[in-house]
């Protein structure tokens, strides 16, 4: 078997003798009950797990017997007599929760997984089964769980020839030629894997979007997918380019308001129900980057997002709209411009609309402050758009573990109904009272052996599927369980290689973007440094825009006396922002222009800082690669090897951006580097 294919479901023998014998009394006797695919999985799942975790065969019976120690049934079809035992906890479980509680039927102990559904026995199947990878109990337990996010969903960017925009794991998994009638087995296992942390959407293609998606051929297709995925609980989106009325529909216009188009959406939209009964519904990137959209017509993003909803409302499909919009006329402040075309329309977008809004108002950088549009439209459906895929983060070459930034922004306070007005809270609803909430994450993951290219770019789907079941948890237990999971149980294992990643996350900033540098990469890959003049035609896609050095100073003045994008967040986070004071220092230079000896909290000059910053960078990552030395007893010899070499290389690159940044910018402040940083090689 290849390593890391089969990512955190790689159901190692439990050696734990004790906990080993407990759960062969658990798994003695599985009543799983119900005959549909759903079900189906959650028995392929076990008879795949136990042999492999328990050295078992299962035993899985359709009724519920005296003898049975596991019982997998919904609420409706449990005995009575074990029904009664699970009353109080239902009520709030929704259509997707699970309850796993151990209970005593005369001197019987049994463990019942039970839920209103089917999909939420299979969620609670997957939980069991990743307890005892993780070594807990099975015994008393009396776990209840529900997803706080309705949508959580992968966004894939992938073209019909198999290339992946921003994709660095290989070519996209959908091989568009072989089906509809080739399944893949790997369609199987991603949506097993999504399933196993909740994933239950996923848009196929990429949001710059081929209308020929659209046509009866490639629909086909599509549905071949969605019907592999719906056992899982997982429902397809497409990605529909705003101009396909033309493109290949024959009509002489996309205006979303001539009735022709209308028809057009709505026959489109009644012909893939027709062939997918539980679409999802359509991902919409208009107007940006070139993409056509409603402004082509002088039309705006409601008469656009509303046009396409009410063709899929009698279907109960969703439209999610794109909020990553930036145009080339008004380019100001490229960080102001998704707020000021969407804000405006709150309450305007019709109910099966989301508007999808990056985390943060530039672009998926190594650090950004949360989007202003968080919270400030409290009448419409906000989702998240973060990236699992790493774009602007050393792809996936680089070891960065992402949850701890989405916590991070998860955590951030928006102020928008006062103090405690977190983004998490906007997200799931429970702040403004939104009825359809949702987190999408644009995915990492093609064809390579281990899907995701980097070993620890798992790390990063797992926990951004977590995340999107409830933004609330920690980032740090969920490297834990993923360890758990993916590689080893044992402490001298988990513990540095737990500390690795999530002091990860804070060294890619220091060695590519501290104290609120953004954007300074090289252009159009954005993969290593490139803060200097390049040659492009828009002012706004040129590096030294964002970071505005001189030799007075360095920094994007967003306060009032430069672009006044504070302005955009509620008073109190503009106030904090806006005196550098205040401003977190991570924050810096993204909302201020300061001079190159301005004083920083801790006494240095902001020149020594910064350079202190990268030298600390380079210097994380070389701890890294120490603490992964120490870690052959652990994995596999190929794996260790694998996460060595690319360590290396990030090594080598985080040296590499700190030196042509410090180089770079010396230019300007025209000082030497502080005792401790290296000088260039
Ligand atoms: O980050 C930028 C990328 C584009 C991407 C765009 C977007 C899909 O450089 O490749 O296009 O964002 O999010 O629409």
């Not at 848009?203 to 979007?209: D, G, I, K």
């Not at 230079?589 to 202190?612: I, M, S, V």
Request: glycine fraction near 6%; proline fraction near 5%.
């Amino acid at each position: 078997q290849t390593p890391g294919y089969d990512l955190w479901m790689n159901y190692k023998q439990i050696d734990n003798e004790k906990l080993n014998k407990s759960y062969q009394k658990a798994t003695t006797s599985l009543a799983v009950l119900g005959k549909s695919e759903t079900i189906q999985a959650i028995k392929n799942e076990l008879q795949l797990a136990l042999p492999q975790l328990l050295e078992k065969q299962p035993e899985i019976k359709s009724v519920v017997e005296e003898r049975s120690s596991l019982i997998i049934a919904t609420l409706d079809a449990l005995p009575s007599n074990i029904k009664k035992q699970f009353s109080a906890a239902v009520d709030n479980l929704g259509d997707e929760g699970f309850i796993i509680k151990s209970i005593k039927i005369e001197k019987n102990t049994k463990l019942v997984v039970t839920a209103h559904t089917e999909i939420g026995l299979l969620y609670g199947t997957f939980r069991v089964l990743a307890l005892m990878q993780q070594l807990e109990e099975l015994t008393n337990l009396n776990l209840v769980d529900s997803p706080k996010i309705d949508i959580r969903m992968l966004n894939h960017w992938d073209n019909l020839d198999r290339t992946v925009e921003r994709g660095y794991a290989g070519f996209s998994l959908w091989n568009w030629q072989k089906l509809p009638e080739y399944i893949d087995q790997r369609y199987v296992d991603y949506a097993r894997a999504n399933a196993s942390i909740g994933i239950n959407a996923v848009s196929l293609t990429n949001v710059n979007a081929n209308a020929l998606i659209l046509t009866p051929m490639y629909l086909e297709k599509v549905k071949a997918l969605a019907k592999t995925f719906r056992p899982y609980g997982i429902k397809v989106y497409l990605t529909a380019r705003f101009s396909a009325p033309i493109e290949i529909g024959g009509l002489e216009t996309a205006d979303p308001l001539d009735q022709k188009v209308i028809d057009w959406w709505q026959a489109k939209a009644d012909e893939i129900y027709s062939l997918i009964p539980n679409f999802g519904g359509f991902l919409v990137k208009a107007n940006s980057e070139g993409q056509p959209g409603p402004q082509n017509y002088d039309r705006n993003h409601v008469d656009g997002a509303n046009m396409m909803a009410k063709a899929l409302a009698p279907h109960n499909g969703n439209v999610i709209w794109r909020a990553f919009v930036y145009s080339e006329h008004d380019a100001d402040d490229r960080a102001k411009q998704a707020y000021s075309e969407f804000v405006p329309y709150d309450g305007k977008f019709l109910p099966n609309v989301l508007v999808q809004v990056k985390n943060g108002a530039i672009d998926f950088q190594p650090r950004e402050p949360f989007h202003p549009m968080f919270g400030a439209m409290p009448k419409t459906h906000i989702m998240m758009e973060f990236q699992i895929t790493k774009e602007y983060l050393g792809f996936s070459t680089h070891l960065v573990y992402l949850p701890k930034l989405y916590e991070e922004v998860l955590e951030a306070d928006t102020y928008q109904e006062g103090k405690g007005s977190t983004v998490a809270k906007v997200l799931d609803g429970s702040l403004q009272g939104q009825q359809i909430t949702g987190m999408a994450g644009v995915a990492n993951i093609g064809n390579d052996l281990n899907w995701t290219g980097h070993p620890f770019g798992q790390a990063d789907w797992y926990g951004f599927g977590r995340l999107a079941w409830d933004p609330y948890l920690d980032s740090e237990k969920i490297a834990d369980e993923w360890l758990r999971m993916t590689f080893s149980n044992d402490e001298k294992f988990i513990a540095p290689i737990k500390e690795m990643m999530v002091t990860s996350r804070e060294a890619v900033v220091n060695y590519m973007n501290p104290l609120g540098l953004h954007h300074i990469f090289d252009t159009g890959h954005h993969y290593g440094p490139g803060p200097w003049v390049s040659e492009l035609s828009r002012p706004e896609w040129n590096p030294v825009y964002y970071h505005q050095a001189d030799e007075n100073g360095i920094g994007f003045d967003r306060t009032p006396s430069g672009s006044n994008a504070t302005a955009q967040y509620a008073q109190p986070v503009a106030e904090m922002f806006n005196d550098p004071k205040t401003c977190p220092e991570e924050y810096l230079l993204w909302f201020h222009h300061l001079p190159w000896d301005y004083q920083l909290k801790n006494g240095e000059t902001l020149w020594n800082g910064l350079a202190k910053k990268y030298q600390k960078g380079v210097n994380q990552v070389a701890k890294m690669q120490e603490t992964w030395n120490q870690m052959k007893p652990y994995v596999s010899a190929e794996q260790h090897k694998e996460v060595n070499m690319l360590l290396t290389i990030q090594y080598k690159e985080a040296k590499w951006w700190r030196d042509a940044c410090l180089l770079y910018f010396q230019t300007f402040s025209k000082q030497e580097l502080p005792v401790g940083v290296e000088k260039p090689e």
